[in-house]
């Protein structure tokens, strides 16, 4: 069975961290690109970050640039989100999900084929 499982979310003030984890088990991880999401009340899903299996590249969005860290420990399956210098606006339920499409397309939804269930982050001011 083909799992991804979030984990590291909850409540911080306005300037603090959290670390966001992202289990994948039931595929071959290093075939994967793993990229995070998260989706706010009344909004839409959007791109977060994203890393390469291949070379180990990483994107960020703009709105997260310089705050947030995606790193992978192939060796657990494990990709993270180290999120520093928290925001209100950052407040969301973030997913990870997985997908075997390049760095090109990393903000495509639809070209993810399996995704987590999701982890509240709520950042209070």
């Known amino acids: 069975e083909v799992q991804l499982v979030e984990s590291g979310g909850g409540l911080v003030q306005a300037g603090g961290s959290l670390r966001l984890s992202c289990a994948a088990s039931?595929?071959?991880?290093?075939?994967?690109?793993i990229g995070w999401f998260r989706q706010a009340p009344g909004k839409e899903r959007e791109g977060v970050s994203y890393i390469s299996s291949s070379d180990v590249s990483t994107y960020y969005a703009d709105s997260v640039k310089g705050r947030f860290t995606i790193s992978s420990d192939n060796a657990k399956n494990t990709v993270y989100l180290q999120m520093n210098s928290l925001k209100s606006e950052d407040t969301a339920v973030y997913y990870c999900a997985a997908t075997r499409y390049g760095s090109s397309w990393w903000e495509l939804l639809g070209l993810y084929d399996y995704w987590g269930q999701g982890t509240q982050v709520t950042v209070s001011s």
């Open positions: 039931g595929f071959t991880f290093d075939d994967y690109n």
